[in-house]
């Protein structure tokens, strides 16, 4: 029984915390997104754009970006050729919201968790812009590549990330580490 209300706990702490940030994060996106009379990104679409041109230019590449205009997302150019889109979906603010239900599912002291969590959001933001970037360049290098660039390559690298933080949050510093180290003493 013990087991079975821990699952219980744990898909209620989950799913609770999950659609509440998402709530507020689709609040946030119809307040902040302009669909009718032209485009216009959230913020943090644009801010995202921003960082990578930035992070690009910063490596030797003339890189740029505007608000397409005929639809939600930022067009990335190096060279002046427009190569990528920075779209809602890729500024990783849905994954960080998919890491942090987790960890709040998954607690550790509460010091820990938050510390964490913020630790692993803004890693997993700025390796999101490391990836942008590196699509960026490479959809330049290897256009006859984009579906397996896009579609694979990069996705790999940013849920590989996110799994990675979870199996070392469990491991090392969730409350199940602590029940684990319990048992085996």
Same mark, same amino acid.
């Given at each position: 029984?013990?087991?079975?209300?821990?699952?219980?706990?744990?898909?209620?702490?989950f799913?609770?915390?999950?659609?509440?940030?998402?709530?507020?994060?689709?609040?946030?996106?119809?307040?902040?997104q302009?669909?009718?009379?032209g485009?216009?990104?959230?913020?943090?679409?644009?801010?995202?754009?921003?960082?990578?041109?930035s992070?690009?230019?910063?490596?030797?590449?003339?890189?740029?970006?505007?608000?397409?205009?005929?639809?939600?997302?930022?067009?990335?150019?190096?060279?002046?050729?427009?190569?990528?889109?920075?779209?809602?979906?890729?500024?990783?603010?849905?994954?960080?919201?998919?890491?942090?239900?987790?960890?709040?599912?998954?607690?550790?002291a509460?010091?820990?968790?938050?510390?964490?969590?913020?630790?692993?959001?803004?890693?997993?933001?700025?390796?999101?812009? /490391?990836?942008?970037?590196?699509?960026?360049?490479?959809?330049?290098?290897?256009?006859?590549q984009?579906?397996?660039?896009?579609?694979?390559?990069?996705?790999?690298?940013?849920?590989?990330?996110?799994?990675?933080?979870?199996? /070392?949050?469990v491991?090392?510093?969730?409350?199940?580490?602590?029940?684990?180290?319990?048992?085996?003493?």
């Amino acid at each position: 029984m013990s087991k079975r209300k821990s699952i219980i706990g744990f898909l209620i702490k989950f799913f609770g915390s999950y659609f509440l940030m998402f709530a507020i994060y689709s609040f946030y996106l119809s307040n902040t997104q302009v669909k009718d009379g032209g485009f216009t990104c959230a913020p943090i679409t644009e801010k995202v754009a921003i960082q990578t041109t930035s992070l690009l230019n910063l490596f030797g590449y003339n890189a740029s970006f505007e608000q397409h205009d005929q639809e939600l997302s930022v067009k990335l150019f190096l060279n002046n050729v427009y190569l990528a889109r920075v779209i809602e979906g890729c500024n990783s603010i849905n994954i960080i919201i998919l890491f942090v239900a987790f960890i709040i599912a998954f607690p550790g002291a509460l010091k820990r968790t938050v510390l964490y969590a913020l630790f692993g959001s803004f890693l997993i933001y700025y390796v999101n812009i /490391v990836r942008i970037a590196f699509l960026t360049v490479a959809l330049a290098k290897f256009p006859e590549q984009r579906e397996v660039l896009h579609n694979l390559v990069f996705p790999a690298i940013i849920y590989g990330l996110v799994f990675l933080l979870w199996v /070392v949050w469990v491991n090392y510093f969730s409350s199940y580490k602590q029940v684990r180290d319990e048992k085996n003493n």
